[in-house]
């Protein structure tokens, strides 16, 4: 397997195969002389714009303290919870859980259900 | 049975993405100028998008990716993001334009001036998306698109001389004005091979949940649609030639555009001209708009489907509520919807090889497409598409500013 | 140490000599169920032209171009790597006793 | 890419800028009056709305009106400028009446003046001819 090939960028779904974002970010834990190991999946956020240019990595975080859901840390899917790797990688996770869907939810709450005919995003 | 259906996804995609504001301007403005000698110029558009749609539905069917999904697993999120980039600003200026049409077709009906229509039909475009079906805006707006087959109508009515358009399906230069002509078969070019056609039928046909059994029906329906656009964008240019240009109008405003399919179709021709314009550029504005909204959706991995509720899709249906309610903007101000027109198909002819390139690749790829990849044949058009829509765009545009 | 390693794409590595060896492109990893371990880091041109599973494209236009050229590859085993500092990879052996992959 | 897309702009801006020649001129007058021509029949056969045909015979009026003021200037020399100033107030004048008889449904007048703008109209194509001869 290949890391940026085959789990970078791909497509993140939870166990109800709802889309929760994209692998925006591969952790790594390099040990003195034990070989390195993937520990997490990092999911949006600083992690996405870094990889363009680090300033903007520093501004997103600004601004997410801003507005928004106000998160603290970004959100980290733990490798041992990704059940396969194919068209998108399954995560044993829930994504309204997990943090992955906080914008989304955000959003919904504090936008478009104000607007008619939004709908709730509770209703499933 | 399902899959006879799916023609409307061809349909659609033409009417409202072949035959809009962009390919009636610039049609009629070929045709006023220069007469049939700008045919060949959509001949080529329809051919090289015939092929460019195929291969998305195939991407789709076979891979189940879209295109943008495809580009950000392969490219990474820079190059992506670069692509977002450009390709929302150019996507948005032809929104401005289809809207601007939209405004401009109520205005030649109501004689109510169309900054005052800019905002209710952003509004009316943004309701049908927010209420509205996949299915809904296909098959409505490829029914209602049905109209601008009076087009056709009108071209046939003028009794072209057949032999001489015929004749103009082969390449030649003009004797003068070269600096135009250029000009405007860029245009062309532009107005038909749009890159959000690609995004939303690719977007469409994991809508529609395709799968490898639907590779014939894409070729049938991309080869259909595709044709049934062009063949429109010719009738008009054939009009425009028959009607406009022995009166020595050139079409620099659309009230003069209006007068295209007067003397035609005495009765009808002038309210029929202007239905037309409203339903196509409707159907186009949707399209656009969705097409944006995929395009960041699919790229950011959110939720995305016209048929889940607003509030499902939450962060999808935010975008095209900002995009289209912006879109409004430049319209208030008075901004001239041909102006825009021309400069977005340009423009869009210019920036064809940042969304072809990758193209390029991904319908390369084994693992997407495995024993589906391009043959050499559909390599050899994107690449002429690419060659062809960059210099002719790189060449003649500066030659208009000298004046040839 | 964690890292992302993300980050350490295209960033150029030198070798136990400081000779510049080629930048990284792909990482190798095996996943046995429990643990995703990184066997070995791709550098070099090919290892970019595999990322984007680009060689059905390249080959054919390598030929019609009668190009000989024979893009660069390295596997770097992770016990080579020595990554303490990531803006600035090395090898921890010389860039000769690299072998080729492929 | 983002560079050469500024480039593109700015030169589709400066082509907005770009001063037309006399017989580019000349050519954009007798589109517009082919324009309150085309307009002004389809108006009398009772197939365009009164709104519509008013305002386009407002926007020939007001466009001939702005090129005519340009045109005097880069007219080259050997023109006869004089008719061709006449032709150019009096179907001016023609297709401002034409705009207001609109409003008054009175058809008779309006064929009139229809006619005579088409007999200016050949005139000027006639100048037009002359001055892209002189410009060659």
Redesign the interface.
């Known amino acids: 397997?290949?890391?940026?090939?085959d789990v970078?960028?791909?497509?993140?779904v939870d166990r109800q195969d709802?889309?929760?974002?994209?692998a925006?970010?591969?952790?790594?834990?390099?040990g003195e002389s034990t070989?390195?190991?993937?520990?997490h999946v990092?999911i949006?956020g600083p992690?996405?714009w870094?990889?363009?240019h680090p300033s903007l990595g520093k501004l997103s975080t600004k601004l997410a303290r801003l507005w928004g859901p106000k998160r603290k840390e970004p959100v980290k899917i733990p490798?041992?919870r990704v059940k396969t790797?194919g068209?998108d990688l399954k995560l044993d996770v829930d994504a309204k859980e997990s943090g992955a869907l906080d914008?989304?939810?955000w959003?919904?709450r504090h936008?478009?259900?104000r607007?008619p005919?939004?709908?709730?995003?509770e209703?499933e | 049975m399902k899959k006879i259906l799916q023609l409307t996804l061809g349909i659609v995609t033409s009417v409202g993405g072949f035959l809009e504001i962009g390919s009636v301007t610039t049609a009629a403005q070929a045709g006023a100028r220069f007469g049939y000698q700008l045919l060949w110029v959509i001949l080529l558009g329809t051919v090289c998008l015939i092929f460019l749609i195929e291969m998305a539905g195939r991407l789709a069917a076979v891979?189940?990716?879209t295109i943008v999904?495809a580009m950000?697993?392969?490219f990474?999120?820079?190059f992506?993001?670069f692509v977002l980039i450009g390709m929302v600003i150019v996507a948005f200026l032809v929104l401005v334009a289809e809207l601007g049409g939209i405004a401009f077709a109520l205005q030649i009906l109501t004689g109510i001036r169309f900054p005052w229509w800019a905002l209710p039909v952003s509004l009316l475009v943004w309701l049908l998306m927010?209420?509205g079906t996949f299915s809904l805006i296909e098959n409505g707006a490829s029914l209602l698109g049905l109209v601008t087959i009076s087009f056709v109508v009108a071209a046939f009515k003028l009794g072209p001389d057949w032999s001489s358009v015929g004749a103009s399906l082969v390449p030649t230069l003009p004797d003068s004005d070269k600096a135009n002509y250029g000009f405007i078969a860029v245009s062309i070019l532009g107005a038909s091979i749009s890159p959000y056609l690609m995004y939303f039928y690719s977007s469409g046909a994991i809508e529609d949940k395709w799968d490898r059994s639907y590779i014939p029906m894409n070729r049938i329906i991309a080869g259909s649609g595709m044709t049934f656009g062009g063949f429109l964008s010719m009738a008009v240019l054939v009009a425009a030639a028959l009607a406009l240009r022995p009166k020595g109008l050139q079409v620099d405003t659309f009230p003069q555009a209006a007068l295209l399919m007067t003397t035609a179709l005495p009765r009808w021709g002038f309210y029929l001209f202007a239905l037309s314009m409203l339903f196509a550029c409707f159907g186009a504005a949707l399209e656009i708009s969705l097409a944006i909204a995929y395009f960041f959706a699919q790229g950011?991995?959110?939720?995305?489907s016209e048929d889940l509720?607003?509030?499902?899709?939450?962060?999808f249906?935010?975008v095209y509520?900002i995009i289209i309610l912006l879109a409004a903007v430049p319209l208030m101000l008075r901004v001239d919807p041909i102006k825009v027109t021309m400069v977005s198909m340009a423009l869009t002819s210019a920036t064809l090889p940042l969304a072809i390139v990758p193209f390029l690749f991904l319908m390369n790829d084994p693992l997407y497409l495995g024993k589906h990849r391009n043959g050499w044949i559909s390599n050899t058009v994107v690449a002429i598409v690419i060659l062809l829509s960059f210099v002719l765009a790189v060449i003649s545009i500066p030659l208009q500013i000298i004046g040839g | 140490?964690?890292?992302?390693?993300?980050?350490l794409?295209g960033t150029k590595v030198c070798d136990a000599n400081g000779e510049k060896v080629g930048r990284i492109?792909?990482?190798?990893?095996?996943?046995d169920g429990?643990?995703?371990?990184?066997e070995a880091y791709?550098i070099g041109t090919s290892a970019l032209i595999?990322?984007?599973?680009a060689w059905t494209l390249v080959r054919p236009i390598q030929r019609a171009l009668r190009s000989r050229k024979l893009y660069s590859v390295f596997e770097v085993r992770?016990q080579d790597m020595d990554?303490s500092d990531p803006k600035q990879p090395r090898l921890r052996i010389s860039g000769k006793d690299l072998r080729h992959a492929r | 890419m983002r560079v050469k897309r500024l480039a593109v702009l700015s030169f589709l801006f400066t082509l907005a800028c770009k001063p037309p020649t006399a017989s580019e001129q000349m050519d954009s007058i007798i589109s517009w009056l082919g324009t309150a021509g085309m307009a002004g029949r389809a108006w009398l056969n009772h197939t365009t709305p009164d709104k519509y045909t008013r305002q386009t015979l407002e926007l020939s009026h007001d466009s001939l009106l702005e090129i005519g003021n340009g045109l005097f200037k880069s007219l080259p020399p050997g023109v006869d400028s004089a008719s061709l100033d006449s032709a150019l107030t009096r179907s001016r004048e023609h297709v401002a009446l034409m705009a207001k008889l609109v409003d008054q449904k009175d058809a008779p007048d309006f064929r009139t003046l229809l006619d005579s703008l088409q007999a200016d109209e050949t005139l000027v194509k006639q100048l037009a001819d002359s001055v892209e001869a002189k410009e060659q």
């Open positions: 397997m290949h890391l940026i090939r970078l960028d791909k497509q993140l709802c889309n929760m974002g994209r925006s970010g591969l952790i790594v834990h390099l070989q390195p190991r993937l520990t990092v949006g992690a996405l870094m990889r363009i490798w041992s790797v068209k914008w989304e939810l959003i919904a936008i478009i259900e607007i005919g939004g709908g709730s995003e209703e | 891979s189940k990716h999904d950000r697993e392969r990474g999120f820079p992506f993001f927010w209420k950011f991995g959110w939720n995305w509720q607003p509030s499902q899709d939450a962060r249906a935010f509520t | 140490m964690d890292i992302n390693i993300e980050l794409l492109e792909e990482f190798r990893v095996e996943d429990n643990s995703c371990r990184i791709l595999q990322r984007l599973s992770w990554l």
